[in-house]
């Protein structure tokens, strides 16, 4: 689950006072291979940080100032959760799946090793961005990158 927000430090620690963290960046979005994003210059100014809970991957995310989707959202309804992310373990299969299903993709990437993320544009259907995503066996805590 990502929440997008004003200012990711003041975020952080409002999580921290209530016992939630530690917080740690994610993986640097050099390793994508594919990318099909709205603003390249957005997504590679995305700052994000992640908390590892024990049943749900919590994610803070603070926009630039440029056009994208989180900034688009942040915008237009304030803070908030942006998207809920599913675990997949074949991504392109995953994907395949919601466009069957007649989703439109929004944005994805993906890594060499055929891992990555996809978002779907659900938020008017859903009230909320879906996405799937698979992450390196390696780096079970960096399965997704900043994403725009």
Known sequence: MCIVV??????????????IGPWSDFANPAALTELSVPNREAFFAMRYKCAELENIQLQLCQPPLLDCPQRRFLNEHGEGIFHV????????????????????VLMRGRRGNGTGFTYFDTHEGAGVTL???????????TDEVRTD
């Open 6 to 19: 004003h200012d990711i430090g003041e975020a952080v620690e409002y999580y921290e006072r209530l016992g």
């Open 85 to 104: 992310g599913f675990a997949a373990e074949d991504i392109d299969g995953s994907e395949d799946v919601g466009r069957a299903l007649g989703l439109t």
């Open 131 to 141: 996405m799937v995503r698979s992450a390196p066996a390696s780096s079970p805590s």
